[in-house]
């Protein structure tokens, strides 16, 4: 698998750096994705590769790469895979500030959907394409090393820039937009955190050989 970097999951390891997450988002209410996300996450190997706990078909966390090049088309933040099942999940990393998911306009009641979303959504649904498009061919198949399965992820903004007005109205578009017949997981940072912090503690109950 070409650009992939093997991993070994290690629990331990991964909740250190889920504590520093933590610190993070508590230090900073405004995050930069050039800055602060990036850098972090590629400075945290295990926590990034534990969001693949997201696809149920994971098994193993055991695959992870940055700025990955699919197809020398597009450039994914991140990607993370379980080699065993061949499945990866396609990750995209936006700001976050007041304006990262919804932006107030002059002239109406109800904000529109902010640049940096619509943004991030696009490029997932780009990545969907050209994968799709590509599914039959060997290139996809030398470059992953078989056929896979592929699922996209938006992180983006901070809960306390969301209304309930607007909570309500990412979760209804999250449940009705379908692309290629999959959901695209979007969450803000602090929803991230909480839940992978259940995630872990679920993972520990279940796997002692990992702790």
Known sequence: MKNFEKLDFNYQTCKNELD???????????LSEATDILPF?????????FLGSYVPYFVKFDRIA?????????SCDLVVGDS????????????????SIFEKKQTKETPEWSTRFEHGFSQIVDWFWKL???????????????????YG?????RNTYLEYREKIRKKW???????????????????????LSDRLH?????????I
């Open 202 to 210: 679920q993972y520990s109950s279940v796997d002692k050989t990992k």
């Open 66 to 74: 940055f700025e990955y090049q699919l197809f020398g088309d597009f």
């Open 20 to 30: 520093e997450f933590k610190n993070l988002l508590d230090k900073q209410k405004i």
């Open 132 to 150: 799709d498009d590509m599914k039959h061919t060997t290139t996809l198949q030398n470059q992953f090393g078989n056929l896979i399965q592929y």
């Open 41 to 49: 996450f590629r400075n945290h190997k295990q926590l990034s590769v």
């Open 173 to 195: 578009r999250l449940e009705k937009v379908l692309i290629d017949s999959k959901h695209i997981i979007c969450l803000t940072f602090d929803e991230l955190h909480s839940d």
């Open 153 to 157: 992820m938006l992180v983006v903004g």
């Open 84 to 99: 065993s099942k061949d499945t990866y999940l396609f990750i995209e990393f936006e700001n976050a500030n007041d304006k």
